[in-house]
């Protein structure tokens, strides 16, 4: 390997370590409030790539009847749930939260099929219609098992993948997709070549993870996520509700992962089931974080980009198996360092 | 149902079987067929998860382990299935011994987690690896033959399948019904108890681990054999979740729920492959594995219990079987009365900046009850602690019948002869209270898995139970054996507690806070059967608040105050002690 290929390889690795570092803190941030280790959250990004794909065409994506499907699902259980408790006057809000909202960009979409928007707008667009779906399955498959074990949480999150895979084939059908690159731009550095996707594609990451610093640290609602984040029984005492800063905390992280999903599908096929693979090795970056250091999660989520990138040139047949290999060292390593936190869990 | 009848019935279920291919069609002979081989991974997720409380997704794995296996040998090296037998179970056995060895010590959903990672890694190297053929698969493989006899039809290798499956599930039940079974089904939420038992969790953990890969292996050999096709598909991670589904519907924590879990979903499976293409035409794949997502969460939102619990709660519950008389286990020679049991020199713990324990000393002599007593937050849970090597020591040292056991782990210290009960009683709710007391016999008793899953250990096993309705005599719970624990009320579950420490046969038993939750009366037995048990040379340490029940109860008492020792001697020197008077009601003004 001579030293040009190694820097490119670096390049590559890192790139697609940004796009890991976006899905992993995502994963971080559901997981330090609500306890789901939300395994189908790489779909979230392989979906907006989809819907992208499909705007850039014209057509009508299928997430438009994915969220319809699971708005007028949410809107049931949540219709249900208040009637049983006699809680009439919540109706509006909720028909207002849980039908409306989500089903505005989707309706919108749907009646703008065969125009063609500009790359902003096509965006705006893929985002808007991806962001309701993490918050509305939480309504639909988690919030009634909210206090359950992370255990069975995990359980439920994996057996929710499997749906999603299903219905991502249903509404999206089998072609793999490559969006139109989002910059020809090409940077010389010091006789490199660097693509403007690659460049932007590390801006993204670095600057959505400054703003998610900002957030935390200098919002109310940032602090609210932190501090149920720390303690849930403390938080809801100073009168934090988990459920809301809960929906917070999936909307806040599926924009992550629509966007990682919008830098990511110009530079590779996207597949309805691309999302397990990119989720999961995220999620080696955020086990590497521990499930709660964002800082740390980011720089396991470039690591597993790096090993990624320098297997695939020398056996790149093997480098999945590499890559989720290397998980079972990072699990003991750091349950080593948590002994005895585990203890004591509770009898179902 | 008498045991008779249980009998009956099984065999009359095991009759029907044998007649299916007579029957039946040869379709449903098939399905039967793919029920028997899922039972068999399933049978093994049951013991692992249900029973074992480790939830593996990577089952999967173990059974595409052996069935690639046998498919490389019989096809590419052309040796016999039974060559191909031998070699899967043994491989995938060493597989299991080694992820074990490697993943068992994560606590909680990250072991999940890893099996989820070295459940993808094995599929994607099925997928990878020229010699297994890749994504292609391995296709040709040879029927199993017996005699000369290729078991090429469905109605012919049905036989095999489910003698294999029947066998396997009795010698499950034999395991589950053994000392090492009965520790399988303590592992499930926390390991103290089963430390304070002389139970080693990590060893039977991976025990358990190995077995329920050996029951995929054999899923897989059939398997191979029967469909003489392997691909990676069927050994992937939506497999493995396909097996849990299976073991949930059925009912996690019963044998018996593996077959019927594996019944349902197979047939479920096959009228919505049947339905499916007619309400939505092409649509059929995706939507099976919507179908079943949706269902195994709606089952884990709502029914997490199975089909089995519920429908025994219909049926004639078995009799147990009546424990057989027997001869004693061994019991110990209690040390001398008034020599030095334990004693502790210096025992000092800090919890980073607190001081819990200060250089504390004291000693507990032979047949003597020390009651260690002190306001809250005085350290006395934690000098507890430190004594039965739940917590390890900073500075200081402990020894016990002479022996330093400073540094010892926790079930070293319960076989070197100490047993203990919380002061958050910790039991298993779905076990008899014979099976509690059975496991503090644990430390006295040798039969491995081995014994326990052959039945070589009756002999034993009797003696134990002996032993343990023994003990249940002691402390009034004997008419009770045979009722759940969980059932009991908290001042009887804290006797059971005592009787399941009394069974490890102790030199010296350790109480923390026993009296709590006791009605008077209640209160009144335990001291006299602690005033027993001291006439019979055994020592007590007993942590608790009641000091009436404390006073009139202990020879002598240690008084500790914010982890220091205050001052010890008879309850009538103690409780004229102004110190002792000072930290309990404050300073006299």
């Known amino acids: 390997m001579t030293g040009e290929i190694a820097a490119i390889l670096a390049m590559d690795g890192i790139a697609s370590g940004a796009i890991y570092v976006l899905i992993g803190l995502g994963l971080v941030l559901i997981f330090a409030v609500t306890r789901v280790i939300f395994v189908p959250f790489g779909d979230i990004a392989a979906f907006t790539a989809l819907t992208l794909a499909s705007l850039e065409t014209g057509g009508r994506p299928g997430t438009v009847g994915l969220v319809a499907v699971l708005a007028v699902l949410a809107t049931a259980v949540e219709a249900t749930a208040l009637v049983r408790n006699r809680a009439f006057h919540r109706l509006p809000r909720t028909l207002l939260f849980y039908l409306v909202l989500p089903l505005l960009p989707a309706a919108a979409v749907w009646f703008a099929a065969g125009t063609t928007f500009s790359m902003p707008v096509r965006i705006g667009l893929a985002l808007a219609l ?13 919030r009634p098992i909210a206090d359950a074990s992370v255990l069975l949480l995990l359980t439920v999150a994996v057996a929710l993948h499997f749906a999603l895979s299903g219905l991502g084939l249903m509404f999206f059908g089998p072609e793999g997709v490559r969006t139109k690159s989002l910059t020809d731009a090409v940077f010389d550095v010091g006789g490199l070549i660097v693509n403007g996707q690659t460049v932007l594609i590390l801006a993204a990451s670095i600057v959505f993870c400054g703003l998610l610093f900002l957030y935390f640290e200098f919002t109310i609602q940032g602090k609210a996520l932190r501090a149920t984040a720390i303690n849930r029984i403390g938080a809801r005492l100073v009168g934090i509700r988990p459920t809301s800063t809960g929906t917070i905390a999936y909307l806040l992280a599926s924009l992550l992962a629509g966007i990682s999903g919008v830098l990511i599908a110009p530079v590779t096929t996207i597949f309805y089931d691309s999302g397990f693979l990119l989720g999961l090795k995220a999620f080696v970056g955020a086990i590497i974080g521990a499930m709660v250091s964002y800082p740390v999660t980011a720089l396991g989520a470039v690591m597993v980009g790096l090993l990624e990138s320098y297997t695939s040139f020398w056996l790149s047949a093997y480098k999945e198996v590499l890559v989720f290999s290397l998980l079972i060292p990072v699990l003991l390593w750091r349950s080593l360092s948590f002994s005895g936190s585990e203890e004591e869990e509770a009898e179902e | 149902m008498t045991r008779l009848q249980f009998h009956l019935v099984a065999a009359v279920g095991v009759l029907l079987l044998a007649l299916a291919p007579a029957l039946l069609s040869p379709f449903s002979i098939t399905l039967l067929n793919f029920i028997g081989i899922y039972a068999l991974a399933v049978l093994g997720l049951v013991l692992l998860s249900g029973i074992g409380g480790m939830l593996s997704f990577g089952q999967a794995a173990f059974v595409g382990i052996a069935a690639y296996a046998t498919a490389w040998l019989t096809v590419k090296a052309g040796y016999s299935p039974w060559i191909g037998l031998v070699v899967g ?212 939102q709502r029914a997490r219990a199975g089909i089995v619990p519920f429908a025994l709660r219909w049926l004639p519950r078995v009799q147990p079987a009546p424990p057989r008389a027997a001869g004693s286990l061994e019991h110990r020679q209690q040390p001398e009365r008034g020599q030095p049991i334990l004693s502790v020199a210096g025992a000092t713990r800090r919890f980073g900046g607190l001081l819990a324990v200060d250089k504390v000393s004291f000693e507990v002599k032979a047949g003597e009850i020390l009651g260690l007593i002190g306001p809250n937050g005085a350290g006395k849970t934690t000098m507890f602690n430190l004594i039965t090597g739940a917590l390890p020591l900073n500075q200081g040292k402990i020894s016990f019948l002479g022996q330093d056991i400073s540094h010892r782990a926790q079930r070293q210290i319960a076989r070197a002869g100490i047993a203990r009960t919380f002061q958050h009683v910790k039991l298993r709710k779905t076990m008899t209270l014979l099976d509690t007391v059975l496991l503090g016999t644990y430390g006295r008793t040798q039969s491995g898995f081995f014994a326990g899953v052959l039945r070589l250990d009756r002999a034993e096993e009797a003696r134990a139970q002996t032993e343990a309705m023994r003990q249940l005599q002691r402390v009034g719970l004997a008419d009770r054996a045979f009722e759940l624990a969980g059932n009991l009320p908290l001042g009887n579950q804290r006797l059971l507690e005592i009787a399941r420490a009394l069974a490890a046969d102790p030199a010296l038993l350790m109480l ?16 006299h059967l602690l005033e027993a048990l001291r006439a019979e040379g055994l020592s007590v340490l007993l942590v608790e608040h009641d000091m009436d029940f404390v006073m009139g109860l202990v020879d002598r008492t240690v008084v500790m105050d914010f982890g220091a020792k205050l001052c010890e001697g008879t309850p009538a020197v103690v409780r004229s002690d102004p110190r002792v008077q000072e930290a309990y009601l404050g300073g006299v003004a």
């Not at chain 2, 489910?162 to 499930?188: K, M, P, Q, T």
């Open chain 1, 130 to 142: 991806v962001l309701p779906i993490a918050p509305l399955l939480d309504r639909i498959v988690f």
């Open chain 2, 89 to 300: 179970v043994v491989l995938t056995g060493l597989v299991a011994a080694v992820l074990g060895a490697v993943t068992l010590r994560l606590g909680g959903h990250f072991l999940s987690l890893s099996t989820i990672a070295w459940g993808l890694a094995t599929y994607f190297l099925f997928g990878n690896v020229p010699m297994l053929g890749q994504y292609n698969g391995i296709s040709e493989i040879p029927p199993i033959s017996i005699g000369g006899h290729a078991l090429a039809s469905s109605n012919s290798i049905y036989y095999l399948i489910w003698i294999f499956v029947i066998v396997s599930l009795v010698l499950s039940a034999n395991l589950l019904d053994s000392r090492e079974g009965r520790a399988v089904r303590a592992l499930r939420g926390g390991q103290v108890m089963t430390e304070s038992l002389g139970i080693n969790p990590f060893r039977v953990k991976l025990i358990t681990f190995v077995i329920a890969a050996l029951l995929s292996a054999l899923s897989g050999w059939l398997y191979a054999h029967m469909s003489r096709f392997v691909s990676p598909a069927p050994f992937d991670v939506s497999v493995g979740i396909l097996y849990l589904l299976m073991a949930m519907v059925g009912g996690m924590g019963y044998l018996s729920g593996a077959i019927v879990g594996a019944a349902v979903v197979t047939l479920l499976k096959n009228s919505i492959q049947d339905w499916l293409p007619v309400i939505s035409p092409g649509a059929s794949g995706q939507l099976e594995v919507i179908v079943f997502s949706v269902l195994f969460i709606l089952l884990l």
């Open chain 2, 512 to 527: 923390d806070e026993p009296a709590a939750g006791l009605r008077s009366g209640e209160k009144a037995d335990l001291a």
